[in-house]
Nanobody
Framework: QVQLVESGGGLVQPGGSLRLSCAAS????????IGWFRQAPGKEREGVSC????????YYADSVKGRFTISRDNAKNTVYLQMNSLKPEDTAVYYC????????????????????WGQGTQVTVSS
């Protein structure tokens, strides 16, 4: 059974950091592009970052560029999102998603591109 499980969310003060994890089971993450998305109350889901198979390409939304870093550990079948210098506007439910890709194929930040989704983890940035 294909499953993605996010963890690492929580409450943090502005300027703080969190590291989100996306653990995969039932499939080998190395064959997949992974995206991180977020959805704040009353807003549409937006792409935050993605990492392609074999890390050929990595993209960030302009709103998080320079503050967030995506990475993967294939040995642990896990993808991470390191979030630094957090702002109140980063508050949202964060989701990871996966889609199988060929070697050398890039990733995108459109939610329609992904086949498998986790249940989400809440990130709240507030003083």
């Amino acid at each position: 059974q294909v499953q993605l499980v996010e963890s690492g969310g929580g409450l943090v003060q502005p300027g703080g950091s969190l590291r989100l994890s996306c653990a995969a089971s039932g499939f080998t993450l190395d064959y997949y592009a992974i995206g991180w998305f977020r959805q704040a109350p009353g807003k549409e889901r937006e792409g935050v970052s993605c990492i392609s198979r074999s890390d050929v390409s990595i993209y960030y939304a302009d709103s998080v560029k320079g503050r967030f870093t995506i990475s993967r550990d294939n040995a642990k079948n896990t993808v991470y999102l390191q979030m630094n210098s957090l702002k109140p506007e980063d508050t949202a439910v964060y989701y990871c998603a996966a889609v199988r890709k060929g070697i050398g194929v890039g990733c995108g930040l459109g939610s329609h591109e992904y086949d498998y989704w986790g249940q989400g983890t809440q990130v709240t940035v507030s003083s």
